[in-house]
């Protein structure tokens, strides 16, 4: 069975994080992330690292839940960590035939590493503490332009659809003595049924976009959720951000 990306799963626990006005919330979490990334020191970097983590603890959300999403980005993240400290120039610190390790690689995979994790495990507490719709409705309140945030919401809705319909046709093609395989004819075989499924994704789209036409639809989402951004949430926010620019500060100075 296909496991579904619902981030928004355990948007009905009760945290912080959860009473955190969405508008606010993301705000102040894009400007954490952007200084996590843009941090040229690696000891800073571990601190926002144990201060995503922080607020990772803080949101609720299981562990083994954002355990799960990051094991995928770990190993995306990890082949560019080995690639950099084997080809990165600088003082070698250790040789494997033809291959060397140098201190300047290490670092600067590492530096790449740290960011990327903190950047993720940040996503979790930003989005993971509200429903897709509220987010969606606090991005259009950000004034994020309505083309994107369209976009966003029904390449989320119809990742699902689409799913299933995968799920089908595998499926099928087990039920018909498909098997698996590195040969030409497993290639050939998968090549034509993610053929017919972009076909029936096209299709599918067609259907939906004359459907919601025909009822109305002006491009504007819709929703019950009404916002009410409170004191606490300012000083949340501004917490969040003073903590992201302190970091900067600490690096231009050198504290740490």
């Known amino acids: 069975m296909i496991e579904y990306p619902e981030i928004d799963r355990y948007a009905s626990l009760d945290s912080p994080m959860h009473r955190f006005d969405p508008r606010a919330k993301i705000i ?9 990334v843009l ?5 800073i970097v571990f601190i926002g690292l144990f201060f995503a983590i922080f607020l990772l603890i803080l949101s609720r959300i299981p562990i083994a839940f954002v355990l799960g999403h990051l094991k995928w980005v770990a190993m995306f993240v990890l082949s560019f960590f080995v690639i950099l400290a084997f080809t990165f120039p600088g003082e070698e610190i250790a040789k494997f035939y033809f291959l060397s390790i140098t201190a300047e690689g290490l670092y600067t995979g590492s530096l790449i590493t740290i960011r990327a994790f903190s950047a993720v495990i940040l996503i979790f507490p930003m989005i993971g503490t509200m429903r897709f719709d509220t987010t969606i409705k606090a991005l259009e309140s950000l004034k994020v332009p309505n083309s994107l945030v369209q976009m966003l919401m029904f390449t989320y809705r119809y990742i699902f659809v689409f799913a299933d319909e995968f799920q089908r046709v595998w499926t099928a093609m087990g039920a018909r003595g498909f098997k698996l395989r ?17 076909v029936r994704s096209y299709e599918r789209a067609e259907r ?24 606490r949430d300012y000083i949340l926010a501004a917490s969040i951000i003073g903590f992201a620019v302190s970091l900067h500060i600490i690096s231009f100075i050198g504290v740490v």
């Open 208 to 231: 939906v976009y004359r459907a919601m036409r025909s009822r109305g639809y002006t491009g504007n989402p819709k929703t019950l959720v009404e916002f009410d951004i409170r004191r």
């Open 39 to 43: 941090i040229p020191d690696l000891k």
């Open 182 to 198: 590195t040969s030409l004819y497993a290639l050939r075989t998968i090549g034509k049924a993610m053929g017919m499924l972009f």
């Open 28 to 36: 102040a979490f894009l400007f954490l992330i952007f200084s996590i």
